[in-house]
């Protein structure tokens, strides 16, 4: 049995263990990833339109954890290399539905293969009703952590609004006194 820390010691060294892990399986992700040629933002792009074929560019942004704006170059770049294609919304021609070209169905194969190999190698030996508490906890610290941008993002708001002026007449500097 591990030794009893303190609980300020004990929350650091347990967010220090989930952040050594997050940048670890980055890291393998990252080396895997590369060997296919493949960076992870793309990956995560082909994983996604993979299984929900046909979102637009506007759910993908909200399914995926980068930039609307790097989303936006990003699909231009895998349309240039063939791997996704952008097709009019048959109710909205504004609208453009993403879906994924033979090649770009291929590639997401390998790059799911890859995914699905780590994710193996990281839960092995652990019980499912084990899994299931982990993925709770991690989905409880996520919703705080996602209330807490939320807050910052409301005060970042909030401070870079223009301030009302005040209503009512304006008090003028006296000048200097007169002698007289």
Same mark, same amino acid.
């Given at each position: 049995?591990?030794?009893?820390?303190?609980?300020?010691?004990?929350?650091?060294?347990?967010?220090?263990?989930?952040?050594?892990?997050?940048?670890?399986?980055?890291?393998?992700?990252?080396?895997?990833?590369?060997?296919?040629?493949?960076?992870?933002?793309?990956?995560?792009?082909?994983?996604?339109?993979?299984?929900?074929?046909?979102?637009?560019?506007?759910?993908?942004?909200?399914?995926?954890?980068?930039?609307?704006?790097?989303?936006?170059?990003?699909?231009?770049?895998?349309?240039? *290399?063939?791997?996704?294609? /952008?097709? &009019?919304? #048959?109710?909205?021609? +504004?609208?453009?539905?993403?879906?994924?070209? %033979? @090649? $770009?169905?291929?590639?997401?194969?390998?790059?799911?293969?890859?995914?699905?190999?780590?994710?193996?190698?990281?839960?092995?030996?652990?019980?499912?009703?084990?899994?299931?508490?982990?993925?709770?906890?991690?989905?409880?610290?996520?919703?705080?952590?996602?209330?807490?941008?939320?807050? *910052?993002?409301?005060?970042? /708001?909030? &401070?870079? #609004?223009?301030?009302? +002026?005040?209503?009512?007449?304006?008090?003028? %500097? @006296? $000048?200097?006194?007169?002698?007289?």
């Amino acid at each position: 049995m591990p030794p009893t820390r303190p609980p300020v010691q004990q929350s650091t060294a347990t967010w220090l263990a989930v952040v050594r892990a997050y940048n670890l399986c980055d890291a393998v992700l990252t080396s895997r990833l590369a060997a296919l040629g493949v960076r992870v933002v793309e990956h995560e792009v082909l994983a996604h339109l993979q299984r929900h074929p046909g979102l637009t560019q506007q759910e993908l942004t909200a399914r995926v954890f980068f930039a609307k704006s790097h989303l936006s170059g990003l699909l231009t770049q895998m349309e240039a *290399d063939g791997l996704v294609r /952008r097709d &009019a919304d #048959a109710a909205d021609a +504004r609208v453009k539905r993403l879906t994924l070209t %033979r @090649a $770009g169905a291929a590639l997401a194969q390998r790059t799911m293969a890859v995914q699905n190999e780590l994710v193996a190698t990281m839960t092995a030996g652990y019980p499912a009703a084990e899994l299931a508490r982990i993925e709770a906890t991690m989905n409880e610290v996520g919703a705080r952590l996602g209330a807490l941008l939320a807050s *910052d993002a409301a005060s970042a /708001r909030a &401070a870079a #609004a223009p301030r009302p +002026r005040a209503s009512g007449p304006r008090s003028r %500097r @006296a $000048g200097p006194a007169r002698r007289g």
